[in-house]
Each structure stands twice: as C-alpha cells, then as structure tokens.
C-alpha cells in the first residue's frame, strides 16, 4: 500500500469516527428532550420547540450526508488505480453524472430534514397535548 493511500484512508477513517460523535450527539436528542427543554410552568413555546425540531433534523442529515461522503472517500482509496468505468470515460457524461447524482443526493437530505423535523416537532406537540389533556382530568375530578 502506497504511503498517500494509507494515509487518504486513515484520514477517512478518522474523519468517518469524528463523524460518528456528531451524529451520536444529534441522534440521542429526543423529542422527549426537546420538550422538557421547551415546556415553561404550564406554557410551551411553539417557536422554540419547533427551531430545536429542525435544527435536529438539520445535524441528522448533515450526519447522514457526513457518513456517506466518508464512505465514498473510502471506497475511492480501495477502488484498483487502473479501474475505468464506460460512462466516465466522457468528460462531458462524468460531469453530468456527477451532477445528478449530487443534485439527487441534495434533494434526497432536504426531503429527510423536512419529514424527520416535522415528525419530531408533532411528538413534541402530542406530548403537550397529552399533559394537558391529564392536567384537565385531575382538574375535573
């Protein structure tokens, strides 16, 4: 193994375990967390629950996004150095591939943070709605 290759590997290596923290930390922050933090007394702030929400959803995808980049970079290391694929042969094709295949990825992490922040800020809600709902029993009786 080539002294460049070692070392392109033990820096994905490296940067794919930082990257693992990162995503440890945003994946251990639950909804259940969120709302502790966002419920005040007997008020809950809807701005703040819902900016934690996304912020999440943010560092789930950018995690997720992180993890793939490491791997790509790793796999481009062990790839044989005289590997040649037909469709990058063309500069013209390899661009456009490239670019599609990012635009797609793009678009795919956009749609993740979207449905992963609006799932998260809902569990918040239904717990509120919940401790409401049991604070009007004990109430009523």
Known sequence: MEATTFLNILGAS???????????G???????????TVVVRHTINEHWYKAVSNQRAEYLAGSALLFLAFLIQLIANLVPKG?????????VCAWLSLGLLVLLLLMAAILFRRLAAASCSRKVRDMWEQKIASYGQKNAN
């Open 14 to 24: 490296v940067g794919f375990i930082s990257a693992a923290f990162f995503a440890l």
């Open 26 to 36: 945003s994946v251990t922050l639950t909804a259940k967390d969120i709302y502790s």
């Open 83 to 91: 590997a040649s694929y037909s469709f990058l042969n063309s500069p």
